[in-house]
């Protein structure tokens, strides 16, 4: 179910019910709106108290970025790096190769860089190409890591989710996200030993987030800091 309600601070704030839901959370969609999850039943007078109650955390929630590609930007990533370049071969379309580790990204000579739907297809076919990537890298860090830890998960996978960047499921595979490429090296193992903890704790309690601060050395306070200011440099 989807609605909204106004606010005087953040004026129209979308909101979606969803069923099997037991918490409010909040996020900023792409457009600049906030955006409410709420579990169903949820009456509207709660979800403004809510916000009343979240207002100053809401102030500080990240915004979307704005997005600019250029031709000739490089776009580094872990262990690999985007050249966007142009091509005049195929009106209207987007093509890329790999050589090496550079993936050359070419979109039309004419094509509108400052749209945002180019923008939106230039992003995804980035993200696509990471899978590959993904595979070949992200997975033999984590293992990397979890046999520095003396872990050992019943599997690794790679996802393509933006927002849920890793996950432990109940069959103690770790999942990650292929965009995790397009973050530095400690955000990346930050993130591992995040989901690493979660085989001995399927929670986010006390106990959780000290064993997390023990993998990481004692940094998990500035770590995730630095992954809340992170931007993305494809659309989310």
Request: some cysteine; glycine content about 6%; hydrophobic content about 40%.
């Amino acid at each position: 179910m989807k609605g909204y309600i106004e606010d005087r601070e953040f004026g129209k704030i979308y909101v979606e019910l969803r069923r099997g839901m037991t918490s409010v959370r909040f996020t900023y969609h792409a457009d600049g709106h906030l955006l409410m999850r709420a579990p169903l039943g949820v009456p509207v007078s709660e979800l403004q108290r809510v916000v009343e109650r979240d207002r100053e955390r809401l102030r500080q929630l990240p915004r979307p970025q704005s997005l600019s590609f250029s031709v000739g930007q490089v776009i580094e990533c872990y262990k690999c790096r985007v050249v966007i370049e142009a091509q005049n071969r195929m009106p209207g379309y987007i093509l890329n190769h790999w050589e090496g580790d550079t993936l050359h990204l070419q979109v039309y000579v004419s094509a509108d860089l400052d749209d945002e739907a180019v923008k939106r297809t230039i992003s995804s076919a980035i993200g696509r190409a990471m899978d590959v990537q993904a595979h070949a890298s992200l997975l033999p860090l984590a293992r990397q890591v979890a046999s520095e830890l003396g872990l050992q998960p019943a599997g690794f996978e790679i996802g393509r989710g933006m927002r849920k960047l890793g996950h432990c499921t109940s069959k103690k595979v770790i999942q990650l996200s292929r965009n995790l490429m397009f973050m530095p090296e400690e955000l990346i193992r930050y993130i591992i030993c995040h989901e690493l903890a979660h085989l001995t704790h399927m929670n986010h309690s006390p106990q959780f987030h000290a064993l997390v601060d023990e993998y990481t050395g004692g940094r998990e306070k500035e770590l995730e800091r630095q992954l809340r200011q992170f931007r993305f440099p494809i659309a989310r």
